[in-house]
């Protein structure tokens, strides 16, 4: 017996001598483990994770999520609405001069409420038929002196021939315009270069190191065998990356800007296309206006309804007249702004041309007042309260990608997915989100993606509180002849298709600035104070 429990014994020390050694060996030899595999120290910070990393991946090797899927979903059909179209000379693509517009059943006079049609034959520079579309057309009616306008509608048969639609909204002197923006082959060559690459935009991020800063190159994709900062925000699989300085950690970011780079993925032949002279050319230029009146004395037009959020839009989505703007499906009616918003919390999410708002909100309300936040730049996150009707209005930009020259702070950049998902919603809050400016320089997956996590973070929003009023602002158009392969309003259009596309499925409302923007002419991503304001009336209407 006593045998027994002394071999006991020792067998129990044995194992332990050998579990100590094993813990003494592993312990030892961890750095060097921890080397050989390369694993990156993660620190979490808000909703990214920041690490470093030898180098970023351009295609990670993963299975397909759900997001992949529905991204490729929506490139493919993008794809089948942009064909490739190849040419060999400039003289094989589509002439405004050699194209034919024919007016359909010609009047002496129109009648106000009649739809005029334009028959468009589009032709070569030889003068010979297109038998493809595709060409990126911009249909707009004005009379300068009544501050009116309105887009047109364009029916593309995909055989050279087109169909132009004008809706006679008001009486007086009516001019047509039908603008080639881009022939169909310079729209194939910019969907192409699109998405060949992301350098076209190169970013500078800038490192606190003591009391002095650091600066390295940033990007969505950083092709650099250097060590790298990844900021993933590893839910949406969204990230950013910037060259990581030496000694200094990747928290340490503070700023960044940007500027434009020297690359084109354009050929010399397709960048001749988009020269100033060749883009925006007037295809009805022999038109001479035309004289509408009002006609049918005796017949009144229907009483429209009041806009309400959740109505559905038409194609044009409405005119303007005396500067103001006038919805097809819906009458705005005049409303008290400080009355509407009593109790409201506002936050308006995304590029300056949201930010517009909070400014014509502070111009326009004298007891709104502005919160210090104690941020710095351009782009820093603007708050105002009116303690005594209880409202709160807040601005904040998206995150990466963010073109700007100035230097912005990114201390407190998120991405607009994780602000809804922190907001608690309810009848008070009204959300409203503007993307796309900035995303246009990009392949147009980053679009979608920012595009899909904001549309799931709405969803999420709306099952834990359905009575949020949510709000897409859709792009403004801009100039038209600057920086085409960056920022073409073609680029815009397929943002603006995709992003209705997108939230079609949940209970928004979009503000269709795309169309207010052609109806009033501006050219301009920063469109004048009366056009906001017009925006703002939708809003007020949706929500009051």
Known sequence: MT??????????????????????????????????????????????????????????????????????????????LIPPRPFTHVSSTTSATHSKATLLSPQDTYCRGDQLDVLLEVRDHLGRRKEYGGDFLRARMSSPALKAGASGKVTDFNNGTYLVSFTLFWEGRVSLSLLLILPSEGV??????????????????????????????????????AELCEYLDSRDQEAFYCVKPPHIPCAALTLMHSKNKDVSYLSKRERSLFERSNVGIEMMEKFDAITVSKCNTEKTAPMKKKCKFGMASTIPSGHVWKDTWNPVSCSLAPIEMKECLRGKFIHLMGDSTIRQWIEYFKSSMKTLKSVDLHESGKFQKQFAVDLDKNIKIQWQKHSYPLVASLTYSVKEIEYIARVIDRTGGGK????????????????????????????????????????????????????????????????????????????QDLNVSIIDAWDITIAYGTNNVHPSQSVVRNQINILLNFIC
């Not at 030892?28 to 990156?40: F, G, I, M, R």
């Not at 060559?189 to 002095?212: E, I, K, M, P």
């Not at 969803?459 to 100039?479: F, G, H, M, W």
Request: with cysteine; aromatic share 10%; glycine share 4%.
């Open 3 to 80: 045998m027994r429990i002394t071999n006991h014994k020792s067998l129990l020390v044995l194992l332990f001598i050998l579990a100590s050694w094993i813990t003494f060996t592993v312990f030892q030899n961890s750095t060097k483990l921890w080397t050989v595999l390369k694993l990156p120290i993660s620190l979490h910070h808000g909703n990214f994770i920041m690490k470093s990393c030898p180098a970023a991946p351009l295609d990670p090797a993963v299975s397909p999520t759900e997001t992949e899927l529905r991204i490729k979903g929506i490139k493919e059909k993008l794809d089948q």
């Open 188 to 225: 194939s060559a910019l969907w192409r270069a699109r998405n060949q690459g992301y350098d076209r935009v190169t970013f500078t991020g800038q490192f606190a190191n003591g009391t002095s800063h650091v600066n390295t190159d940033c990007a969505l994709v950083l092709n650099s065998s």
């Open 428 to 503: 008070s809050t009204i959300i409203v989100i503007s993307l796309g400016q900035h995303f246009r320089p990009f392949p147009i997956n980053v679009f979608l993606r920012r595009a899909l996590s904001i549309h799931d973070a709405v969803q999420r929003l709306l099952l834990r509180s359905p009575d949020t009023v949510v709000i897409i602002k859709a792009e403004n158009i801009r100039e038209m002849h600057s920086d085409v392969e960056r920022f073409s309003d073609f680029h815009g259009y397929i943002q603006y298709l995709a992003i209705k596309d997108i939230f």
